[in-house]
């Protein structure tokens, strides 16, 4: 399932969050001098006592995360200005990332420390999202299950919450779109959360030490402690945000390793016996050399200046360049690690599916649509050949090479898709197109680069 995780203000929250205020080892390993946390697809848990993945819950739920974003980006309300960039020194932290199917998400995954002692929990990754949070003891309102125990603040000796006079909490409406509240209890800050697809999450501006692993750690990240929290969040504990935000973990922790992260997502959806693992990195030493790399320009939108938007120049399939107008590729387009499905508008889409079909047809008997894929195939995703390949690419020559398993999805038995879809709104990179590719965001100097075979 994909979430959208933009925040926007709802009546239904602000019902929710004035009756809050009313109420008081993790597979770490060390490589070559940075830290490294695996990253795994869902299947790589263990999964018989859940309910069985259902592919059109994912697809329904990507579409809302996509009609969610360009309703947001088509209305007046803008993004307050995003934090300036601060690059410190050549440090990496890496985080393993797992794909987010086990429980419960189309996304990815990692396992992040939190309090004193530490212990872990399975948070989402977003780089959609400004704000970090997770579920948390006594869940005054409501916690949906998740795979770990939630959190209990009383626990942890480092714990604290923050005023409402604290310049964090006077930051919240930059990195929710929502107005914070203040507990008159306790002057404990409340923050609101919610998201495209009617989730939210309520609770207390908080603050506590964050363990990147064992021997790294940042002694005092702002986070918020979910007492109310609901909706399409799987079996996770919250969300790491990773937008271009003073809020956002990466902009906590930019002052220590700079204002730059990569990741590579492993593929999702495999062969349970087979293990595939990706990684998440914080720091400008995790950073693909320019001299080896091409890079393409990272774009700001006045409206959404956190969110990572690039400019797509053209598209090829088989090499050659699709028949479509210049003027086709002029819209809005953002990568997004919480999207599943990449989205294109119609006109490139219409002739990306047409040359597709051309010469998939020569081998491959045409199928019925499945929800947004109309482009289905009879076959088999291990038996598949001939597949052409796809590439996207962007402003500065940095480019996508799709191969099969970036393009084509088994949404049932012998039932085989295009993993690309059509729109009319805001074009997007999905995850599922940056599947094993190590994708770097030089957010410092504002550019982005793809570099294949970053892991399986």
């Given at each position: 399932?994909?979430?959208?995780?933009?925040?926007?203000?709802?009546?239904?929250?602000?019902?929710?969050?004035?009756?809050?205020?009313?109420?008081?080892?993790?597979?770490?390993?060390?490589?070559?001098?940075?830290?490294?946390?695996?990253?795994?697809?869902?299947?790589?848990?263990?999964?018989?006592?859940?309910?069985?993945?259902?592919?059109?819950?994912?697809?329904?739920?990507?579409?809302?995360?996509?009609?969610?974003?360009?309703?947001?980006?088509?209305?007046?309300?803008?993004?307050?200005?995003?934090?300036?960039?601060?690059?410190?020194?050549?440090?990496?932290?890496?985080?393993?990332?797992?794909?987010?199917?086990?429980?419960?998400?189309?996304?990815?995954?990692?396992?992040?420390?939190?309090?004193?002692?530490?212990?872990?929990?399975?948070?989402?990754?977003?780089?959609?999202?400004?704000?970090?949070?997770?579920?948390?003891?006594?869940?005054?309102?409501?916690?949906?299950?998740?795979?770990?125990?939630?959190?209990?603040?009383?626990?942890?000796?480092?714990?604290?919450?923050?005023?409402?006079?604290?310049?964090?909490?006077?930051?919240?409406?930059?990195?929710?779109?929502?107005?914070?509240?203040?507990?008159?209890?306790?002057?404990?800050?409340?923050?609101?959360?919610?998201?495209?697809?009617?989730?939210?999450?309520?609770?207390?501006?908080?603050?506590?030490?964050?363990?990147?692993?064992?021997?790294?750690?940042?002694?005092?990240?702002?986070?918020?402690?979910?007492?109310?929290?609901?909706?399409?969040?799987?079996?996770?504990?919250?969300?790491?945000?990773?937008?271009?935000?003073?809020?956002?973990?990466?902009?906590?922790?930019?002052?220590?390793?700079?204002?730059?992260?990569?990741?590579?997502?492993?593929t999702s959806f495999s062969s349970p016996n087979s293990l595939k693992e990706g990684f998440l990195s914080i720091g400008t030493s995790s950073l693909t050399p320019s001299s080896s790399s091409k890079f393409t320009p990272i774009l700001k939108n006045p409206k959404f200046p956190s969110l990572y938007f690039l400019d797509i120049t053209s598209m090829t399939v088989a090499g050659k360049p699709l028949e479509v107008a210049a003027s086709s590729y002029k819209v809005l387009t953002i990568i997004d690690s919480g999207t599943v499905i990449t989205r294109l508008p119609m006109p490139i889409y219409t002739a990306l599916k047409n040359a597709?079909?051309?010469?998939?047809?020569?081998?491959?008997?045409?199928?019925?649509?499945?929800?947004?894929?109309?482009?289905?195939?009879?076959?088999?995703?291990?038996?598949?050949?001939?597949?052409?390949?796809?590439?996207?690419?962007?402003?500065?020559?940095?480019?996508?090479?799709?191969?099969?398993?970036?393009?084509?999805?088994?949404?049932?038995?012998?039932?085989?898709?295009?993993?690309?879809?059509?729109?009319?709104?805001?074009?997007?990179?999905?995850?599922?197109?940056?599947?094993?590719?190590?994708?770097?965001?030089?957010?410092?100097?504002?550019?982005?680069?793809?570099?294949?075979?970053?892991?399986?």
């Amino acid at each position: 399932m994909s979430l959208f995780w933009f925040l926007v203000f709802s009546a239904h929250l602000a019902i929710a969050s004035s009756s809050l205020v009313e109420f008081e080892d993790n597979g770490l390993r060390h490589k070559q001098g940075s830290l490294q946390l695996k990253l795994y697809h869902v299947t790589a848990l263990n999964s018989s006592s859940k309910p069985p993945f259902l592919f059109s819950d994912m697809l329904a739920k990507d579409e809302e995360r996509v009609r969610y974003l360009h309703s947001r980006l088509s209305n007046n309300n803008s993004d307050a200005t995003a934090s300036s960039n601060k690059v410190g020194g050549p440090k990496l932290v890496s985080i393993p990332l797992k794909s987010g199917l086990p429980i419960g998400s189309g996304n990815y995954y990692v396992k992040m420390g939190l309090g004193s002692p530490t212990k872990y929990y399975s948070m989402l990754v977003d780089t959609g999202s400004s704000f970090s949070w997770l579920q948390c003891q006594p869940c005054t309102r409501y916690c949906h299950l998740q795979v770990d125990p939630i959190f209990d603040p009383l626990n942890s000796k480092t714990y604290k919450t923050l005023q409402c006079s604290s310049s964090q909490c006077s930051s919240l409406k930059t990195s929710t779109l929502n107005e914070p509240s203040c507990s008159q209890v306790s002057n404990t800050c409340v923050y609101r959360a919610s998201y495209g697809d009617s989730s939210f999450s309520v609770g207390y501006l908080s603050q506590d030490v964050l363990t990147l692993t064992p021997s790294e750690t940042l002694s005092s990240f702002v986070y918020g402690c979910g007492q109310d929290n609901q909706g399409l969040f799987g079996e996770a504990a919250g969300i790491i945000g990773l937008a271009n935000n003073e809020l956002s973990m990466l902009e906590q922790l930019s002052g220590k390793y700079g204002n730059a992260f990569s990741y590579c997502l492993p593929t999702s959806f495999s062969s349970p016996n087979s293990l595939k693992e990706g990684f998440l990195s914080i720091g400008t030493s995790s950073l693909t050399p320019s001299s080896s790399s091409k890079f393409t320009p990272i774009l700001k939108n006045p409206k959404f200046p956190s969110l990572y938007f690039l400019d797509i120049t053209s598209m090829t399939v088989a090499g050659k360049p699709l028949e479509v107008a210049a003027s086709s590729y002029k819209v809005l387009t953002i990568i997004d690690s919480g999207t599943v499905i990449t989205r294109l508008p119609m006109p490139i889409y219409t002739a990306l599916k047409n040359a597709f079909v051309t010469i998939m047809s020569k081998k491959y008997k045409p199928a019925p649509g499945i929800s947004i894929l109309d482009t289905c195939f009879k076959g088999n995703i291990k038996g598949i050949s001939g597949v052409p390949e796809v590439q996207i690419i962007f402003e500065g020559a940095a480019n996508l090479q799709l191969k099969s398993q970036n393009t084509l999805l088994e949404l049932e038995k012998g039932i085989i898709c295009l993993a690309i879809a059509g729109t009319n709104s805001i074009a997007i990179i999905g995850n599922f197109q940056q599947q094993t590719f190590k994708v770097d965001y030089d957010v410092a100097n504002s550019k982005l680069a793809f570099a294949p075979a970053g892991c399986q």
